[in-house]
């Protein structure tokens, strides 16, 4: 997916903003004694922009318009340390919510639709930009926001809601407390657009079953206006995103060289056309491949593979190297375990140990089942890790994401 000639031109405007704004990276074209590109060569040389660059422009220094032409800021979570501040112009804005348009348009959503929204508003992009999309299809949007079981339950069975936003994780919630409470003939859910952390295969096929609906996953990230860049049609063969809007890499984290396509990476994003905040080569650090040749749908919108984790995700054990990915592909193995799992790594007695959490998905021999899990893990990766396999719903269910690794080591 070289970049085409518009792009390069879109580019370029992008560059003389950046420059013209004298933040971050406009001095490091600077620097670099870069003021424009004119081939695919120029643009593969072009510096790559992080997470850390962003957070040391802390507050506004990401800012390339004037400022009264921001309407509005949004933040990234600050867990591991400052926040990022993306300040955004009317366009923006605009821009962001016909984007968003489109992903409801792929997965079928009309106008007649009653659309419900369960992630969070307010200074994150999720609630806000579901919204956005919502009223510029012409949809009806319950703006619920999380929490509150009892309400939503009760919202969405009165106002016969048809499609479900939400994480996997609080997906996954509202599916069992459906299920509990016998009342999954009192909802009308036909789709869900599910967004913001990687999900197994197990519990994509929970959630559409016990809830009865097709499942959409939606990509994003605050940084690049928020969620609503990329979404699967229903041939569901990866994400479509929208290439008059970002221009994709994917690169080797270990090199920084693009791969071929097909190939899996991580994904670095060029913003074509923003104005409060535009972001040239921002890495990701989510790891993806571009999916060649056409989809079944005809839409020439390029496609990715979803996120299979990210690449500093990396956990390393007794010396191995491990992706949570990778566990999550051998607890799939087993037909007796369910979809929920966690990961704890602790340093004992001058050694790593990983202890797994599976839920089970019936009453089996839990003791034989352990046995066979940490088998499977030594003879795929390298080492045994000692694992716990426990009833379901035993683990903690999250309205947001679900923490499936916790590094104990450097608490
Ligand atoms: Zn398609």
């Known amino acids: 997916m070289q970049i085409n000639e518009k792009q390069l031109a879109q580019v370029n405007h992008q560059i003389q903003r950046l420059i013209a704004a004298d933040n971050f990276y406009g001095k490091r074209l600077k620097e670099a004694g870069v003021d424009h590109v004119s081939s695919v060569e120029d643009f593969l040389n072009l510096p790559f922009s992080e997470k850390q660059d962003l957070r040391e422009a802390y507050p506004l220094g990401l800012m390339t318009c004037k400022e009264e032409e921001v309407v509005r800021i949004h933040s990234s979570s600050g867990t591991t340390g400052m926040p990022v501040i993306i300040p955004y112009t009317a366009k923006d804005v605009d821009d962001w919510g016909e984007m968003f348009k489109r992903c409801y348009e792929f997965a079928g959503i ?35 926001g999380p929490g509150n079981t009892n309400k939503q339950l009760q919202m969405m069975m009165d106002l016969k809601s048809t499609v479900l936003c939400a994480t996997s994780s609080y997906a996954l ?31 994509r096929k929970r959630i559409s079953t016990e809830l009865g609906i097709e499942l959409y996953d939606i990509y994003g990230l605050t940084e690049i206006y928020g969620p609503g860049i990329g979404i699967n049609c229903k041939y569901d063969t990866g994400m479509h995103y929208w290439d ?35 972001l040239i080569r921002f890495r990701t650090h989510d790891l993806s491949r571009i999916i060649p040749g056409e989809c079944p749908c005809g839409s020439k919108f390029p496609r990715i593979d979803v996120i299979t984790g990210r690449s500093d995700d990396m956990m390393k054990i007794k010396g191995v190297n491990v992706f949570p990915k990778q566990i999550e592909e051998i607890l799939g193995t087993f037909p007796e375990l369910s979809s929920e799992y966690q990961i704890r790594i602790s340093h004992l007695d001058g050694k790593d140990s990983m202890r797994i959490y599976v839920e089970a998905s019936g009453s089996n021999d839990f003791k034989a089942l352990q046995q066979q899990v940490a088998a499977a893990v030594k003879s795929k990766i390298g080492f045994t890790p000692i694992v716990y396999v426990v009833e379901l719903g035993f683990l903690p269910r999250s309205e947001k994401k679900s923490k499936r690794v916790i590094d104990e080591r450097f608490q």
């Open 244 to 278: 008059d809007y970002i221009y994709l890499e994917i690169i080797d984290p270990a090199t920084g060289k693009n791969v071929p396509d097909g190939e899996w990476g991580e994904i670095v994003i060029t913003t074509l056309v923003k104005e409060g905040a535009p």
């Open 110 to 144: 009309t106008k007649k639709d009653r659309i419900h929204i369960t992630p969070g508003y307010g200074l994150w992009t999720a609630g806000i930009g579901f919204q956005n999309g919502c009223e510029k299809l012409g949809a009806m949007a319950i703006p619920m």
């Open 173 to 203: 919630l509202l599916a069992e407390e459906i299920e509990k409470r016998g009342i999954a003939d009192k909802i009308h859910l036909k789709k869900g657009v599910i967004g913001s952390e990687r999900w197994g295969e197990k519990m």
